[in-house]
């Protein structure tokens, strides 16, 4: 270390005089400069030390090394358009040598990936996260109704699976994704993570009184299946993130509302909070990839018309969740209370489409095409 630092100091063609005490000194220099390129001469007077000339290898060796963009991902320039496969797993803003591996991140287009706001949302969702083992009140005491209590579980039971498929598709596009665009993985990474605790606390909430989970229905699935296997970074974001977790937003909110214990109302809040960012940032990147190419709108108008047309035959939302929906807002069996969970249900359906429209109004869609798109929405709500 001491005698490189000391060469890359000197001047070029400067020689520089090392000595120690090392019996076999000489013998080791003597070889490393021969490997390293480096001229060797000892000194006939003084065997004990020996000259060294810097070839020019070791200033070859980065000859040819670029930057891979810079640090700063609040520099507009630190984040190129196309950073190249041979930057592959390299920190950004690092010195990559030239001769570095071609790796093959098929999401490496700033315009499909790339949002500022990923920073700012990054930072927020570090910030939120929450401890289910305390954040949630598990031994505060209360009882329900069996039907009631039997809805929450069939809720939960439908919460969980939908939990499971928004975990799948982030983590799928973090494998693909340009290492360049470091906050973006780092947002669905997070993002995964908070699905991993929705996943949990409605299981845990299903379980707490000792009941098995309730009804996974071949319709509800086969919704999902087509957001898990949607290949298109642009297309799941939107079907997932925009339209699936926008209407969740709604879904959990109400569920939060006329939660029958406090248990059911925290798991709810919670997971809402954190999907207000899921959304957030489906929305920032799409609307700067729409920005940067108008076509992509048509590309996501048609992969709703896609999905609705592969849906069709499929019950959409079970009947045993819809009827739980309406358990849930009701509070008993009682004809009343019935027609007033039914009532709020139905207030329910039309807020999440009310909700939908407006993001589609924001990301660019014409008003026909937001209502035509809201309605064609899998029936799912995911
Ligand atoms: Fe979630
Ligand atoms: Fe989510």
Not at 54 to 80: F, H, K, M, T, Y
Not at 117 to 146: C, G, H, N, S
Not at 171 to 192: D, G, N
Not at 306 to 319: K, S
């Amino acid at each position: 270390m001491l005698v490189k630092r000391a060469l890359r100091a000197a001047a070029d063609g400067h020689p520089i005089t090392v000595s120690g005490t090392a019996p076999d000194l000489l013998v080791h220099l003597r070889t490393w400069c021969r490997a390293e390129g480096h001229e060797f001469q000892s000194p006939e007077l003084d065997p004990t030390c020996a000259v060294i000339v810097r070839g020019p290898a070791s200033s070859q060796r980065w000859s040819g090394a670029e930057r891979a963009g810079g640090a700063d991902a609040l520099n507009p320039a630190a984040i190129v358009d196309r950073p190249p496969q041979r930057w592959g797993l390299a920190a950004r803003g690092a010195l990559v040598e030239s001769g570095s591996p071609e790796f093959h991140f098929p999401l490496a287009e700033k315009a499909q990936v790339w949002s500022a706001d990923a920073i700012r949302l990054y930072a927020q969702a570090t910030a939120a996260q929450w401890d289910p083992a305390t954040a949630i009140p598990w031994d505060v005491e209360f009882d329900l109704p069996d039907e009631v209590e039997d809805a929450v579980v069939q809720i939960m039971t439908y919460l969980v699976e939908n939990e499971t498929a928004a975990l799948i598709v982030p983590s799928r596009f973090i494998a693909q994704l340009h290492p360049h665009f470091r906050e973006v993985m780092q947002v669905l990474a997070v993002q995964a993570a908070d699905e991993a605790r929705h996943m949990e606390v409605f299981t845990r909430r299903a379980l707490l009184k000792g009941r098995r989970p309730g009804l996974s229905t071949a319709g509800g699935q086969a919704s999902l299946q087509t957001l898990v296997e949607e290949p298109d970074f642009a297309v799941a974001s939107f079907l997932l993130s925009v339209l699936g977790e926008g209407t969740f937003l709604s879904l959990l909110w109400f569920l939060e509302r006329f939660a029958p214990d406090p248990v059911t109302s925290a798991v709810c809040r919670l997971a809402a909070q954190d999907e207000a960012r899921h959304v957030a940032f489906g929305m920032a990147h799409l609307r700067e990839h729409i920005q940067s190419d108008a076509s992509v709108l048509g590309l996501l108008a048609n992969a709703v018309r896609r999905r609705h047309d592969a849906l069709r035959h499929t019950a959409g939302l079970n009947a045993e969740v819809f009827d739980a929906l309406v358990l849930f807002a009701a509070g008993s069996w009682s004809p009343a209370d019935i027609a007033t969970g039914y009532d709020h249900v139905a207030r329910l359906v039309e807020e999440m489409h009310t909700g939908r429209r407006k993001r589609l109004l924001r990301l660019g869609f014409s008003e026909g095409d937001a209502e035509e798109l809201s309605s064609l929405h899998t029936r799912n709500f995911m």
